[in-house]
């Protein structure tokens, strides 16, 4: 099986807004610590986009009770017709990685900073997938060419169960800005229609690479005052389990003159709708 490992990445510690912008473009994440509260770091947050930025602000507050709270009401939200149920997951378990803001589609934020207030005691770690670095590695191996193919070319439905996107593009592509975006969440499918049934085992198969990327690099603490900043095109992230009820990481979401579509206003997971479609 392909090394995959190498996906997954430490980011660099670096300090300024510019360190943390090069450094985004670079490797697709940086670190920076020293932002005391949340007004700091969605000031400092908006710096990293500079000229570019257009909005920014706390998406959501994530901690144990809060997510067990947003977690019962999503759980209460039926299966759709092809047996998708939504599941928000414990604190306990480790994260699916994901583009945060997935249900929006185009929508979705193309800057992700996430501030630590205060970490786990223990657990709780957090790791970064490259999946620009991840679809160089399958490239590199023939025997995952039909893969890469199918990633690259085939339109898939990014939509989360009963909350449709009213489009279809494939995992990965080049936005019209000039970004790599490679995207994955625990509810892509095959479009449905006669190529379903064969679309099937390459979205598998490209779940499974992201899990091994996940499940095979390295992870990394986050101290309170430091923040994560991310290309959320192209990095997907997440963190260990932990059961810590204290612990406490601002979401912070970005959208740069870079970004597909940018929403007018505050979107919501719990019910993720389609700002166009609303
Ligand atoms: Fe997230």
Known sequence: MTDVSSASFIPRRVSGPQGARETIAADGAAIVSGLPDEASAVAFARQVMGDKAVRCG???????TGGAR???TVAAQPADHRGRKR????AEERMVAHNDGF??????PDHLFLWCERPADTGGDS????????????????AHADLVDFCRTVDIDHSE????????TPITRTTPSGRFQGRFHPYLAPVEGPAEKAH?????????????????GPMFRVEAGEMICIDNYRVLHGRDGHSDPQ??????????????????GPLDIVVPKIPMAS
């Not at 599941?87 to 414990?90: E, I, L, M, T």
């Not at 249900?103 to 979705?108: C, T």
């Open 161 to 168: 169960p009963n909350y449709p996107q009213g489009a279809f």
């Open 103 to 108: 249900a929006f589609g185009d929508y979705a």
């Open 58 to 64: 706390t998406q959501f507050e994530a901690t144990k």
């Open 247 to 264: 612990r406490k990481v601002c979401s912070i979401w970005g959208w740069s003159r870079d970004a597909v579509a940018i929403p007018e």
């Open 87 to 90: 599941d928000f997951g414990s």
């Open 200 to 216: 099937w085992p390459f979205v598998r198969s490209w779940e499974a690479r992201v899990h091994q990327a996940r499940d095979t």
């Open 127 to 142: 790791f970064l997938v490259d999946t620009a670095r991840l679809m160089a590695l399958l490239d590199a191996d023939p």
């Open 70 to 72: 947003e977690a019962m």
